[in-house]
Structure formats: structure tokens, C-alpha cells
């Protein structure tokens, strides 16, 4: 009765300074006659938004421009998770290469990139791209249709109907890969043969989509960026601050989670190398095969802190102009005097990314879990 009891009078006290606080606020609020409500989020924005993965002009409204906000901040974080799980991965492994000249470069690469403040590297980034590059009539070509300049980096894009059937395509490839994953694991255990899971579905997510899209019979055009004036006109563009932002997250997350890689293998048992070699097994394939898998385990719940911390990190952005969550926000509290509920919303969203983030890794680190018999 005691513990429930103490745990009954600390849920009160919480909620008791939760109401104090939310009462003494709107009573100030009330007493200055400060509006509040969200009823603003309707009314005309009225400002531009330099880049945006949906359409958008000043005459939409501030929960438009919050929307574009939004898609801004999940696009580079989500580019920036993948490129640094990618990075770090490989820079975790190099820690441990053989080679004294790769495990020395690795080793430096980790413990600066560790040791800089995010915001001096993303400052770094930024001047870099855009005192470095040239104008867009000197702008590098390292691809066809592709060119870099301080503009950005202008990439030719597809356009037409037949976008979506490319897009109805992927799904079904991804619908096929599941499946044939699970097959693959059934005959696995029985017959003990590796199935090439990787390349079919790399055939699948290029031939499904191609197929679905040709019997479609949709238009489908490419768009192709020209040289038109003083700048670039058609195709897509990826801005030099968005540019900047993701290469100052991807470089300085991955350095965190090289060591989350490196101390995983480090985990696994030496012993498992050695039955493995014993076996006559590559150790390219110990490592991605019987290693790897191991220290996932190990690896997975330190991960999940760097994933959030590149979805907190991105608010950064504001420091180098890229349009995310926070500037637009700041902007619009600007223009409306809603502090309250523009600060509201910053945490409401960051919350819901960072909740969903832990759930699906949560989820994750369950399914590979060691399960006793």
C-alpha cells in the first residue's frame, strides 16, 4: 500500500505543476490580451520558402508552409541516416582492418570528426561549396545531365503519369522481395544452400517497376537540366545548403557510428572468426555472414541514439539557411507573435519523428534478438 501510495502522490504532484503551468500561462496571456489558438495556421504565409518538395507560394497558408517545413527536415534526415549508417559502417570496419595505413586514416577520421562541434563543420560545408564551386557557366559535369556548381546540383528528373506505375512498381518489387526473403531463409535452414537473396532483389526493384510501367503505356518523359541565361533551368535541384547540411550530418554522425560498428564486431567472440576460417570460409564472407549478424545485437541499441541525434542535430539548419522545420516555424511566430504554439509544434514534431525513429528500431532490435528454447 506504501509504494502505491507514494507512486499515487507523484502522478498528483506532476499533474498538479502541469496544470499550474498551463493555467499561469494563459493567464498572462490573457491579462496582455495575446491571442492564442491555432487559428492563424489558415491565414496567408506570405513569405517564400527557398526550397520545397511539394508546391508551395506566398499565398498559401502558414500550415502549408509548415508542411514544407516538415518534408524538409524527414528528407535530409532521412538521407542522412542512410549515407552515415553506410559511412560508418565501412569506417567502423577499416578500424579493424589488418592494413596499418587503413586502421591509422580510419582511426584519425573518427577521432576529429568526433572532437568539432557539428556547427563549425556544417559552417565548414557550406563556405567550401559555395566558395569552391564555380558559376554555373564553368559548373563540373561528372555525369551526363549532371552538373555542380555554386548553384547547387542540378540532375535531370522524370516526369509524366507514368511515374506513378513506376511508383506501384517498387511496392510490388518490394512485396516479392519480402517474400522471397522468407522463402530464402525456409530453405536455408533445411537444404543449408545461401540463396543470392541480395541480386534478385536489386533485378526485381529495377525489372518490376520497367515491366509494370511498359505494359502501363503512360507517358514518360526525362527532363534534362539546361543552361539558360545566368542559371540552370529544368531538372531537379539540390540546393547548396541542403548540399552542406547533409554532408556536415552524414561526415560527423558517421563518426559516432564507426565506434558503435567497431565495438560490435569487437563483441562477437574470436572464436567465431577462427571456427569460420577453420571452415575455409573468406573472411569477407565471416564478416558479413557469422560476425555481422552477431553483433547487431550489440550494435542496434547505440544506433538508434545516432539516428536521433541526426533527426535533432538537422534543427542546425537554420545556421546555413536551409529551409527546415525550425526556420519556417521561427519565421511564422515571427510574423504572428504565436510563440507559444510555434515552440508547440517544433516539439510535437520532432517528438513524433524521434517515437517513430525508437518504435521501428525497437521493432527491429526484437526481431533479431537471441530467442531461448
Partial sequence: MRAIVYQVLAVAVVVGAGWYLVHNTLHNLSVRNITTGFGFLAREAGFAIGESSISYTPADTYQRAITVGVLNTLRVALVAIILATLLGTVMGIARLSKNWLIRKVSSVYVEVLRNIPLLLQLFFWYVIIIETMPGPRRAYTPLPGVFVSNRGIQMPTVHGEGLTWLFAGVLLA????????????????????????????????????????????????????????????????????????????????????????????????????????????????????????????????????????????????????????????????????QAIEGILMIMAAYLTVSLSISLFMNWYNKRIALVER
Fill in 174 to 337: 518490394l512485396v516479392f522481395s519480402v517474400i522471397l526473403s522468407r522463402w530464402a531463409r525456409q530453405r536455408q535452414a533445411q537444404t543449408g544452400q545461401i540463396f543470392a537473396l541480395g541480386r534478385v532483389v536489386v533485378g526485381l526493384l529495377f525489372l518490376v517497376p520497367l515491366v509494370l510501367w511498359w505494359f502501363s503505356g503512360t507517358p514518360l518523359s526525362l527532363d534534362v537540366p539546361a543552361l539558360k541565361g545566368f542559371n540552370f533551368v529544368g531538372g531537379m535541384t539540390l540546393t547548396p545548403e541542403f548540399a552542406a547540411l547533409t554532408f556536415g550530418l552524414v561526415i560527423y554522425t558517421s563518426a559516432f557510428i564507426a565506434e558503435v560498428v567497431r565495438s560490435g564486431i569487437q563483441s562477437v567472440s574470436r572464436g567465431q572468426w577462427e571456427a569460420a576460417g577453420a571452415l575455409g570460409i573468406k573472411n569477407r564472407l565471416v564478416l558479413r555472414l557469422v560476425v555481422l549478424p552477431q553483433a547487431l545485437r550489440v550494435i542496434i541499441p547505440p544506433m538508434t541514439s545516432q539516428y536521433l541525434n541526426i533527426t535533432k542535430n538537422s534543427s542546425l539548419a537554420v545556421a546555413i539557411g536551409y529551409p527546415d522545420l525550425v526556420s519556417v516555424i521561427n519565421t511564422t511566430l515571427n510574423q504572428t507573435g
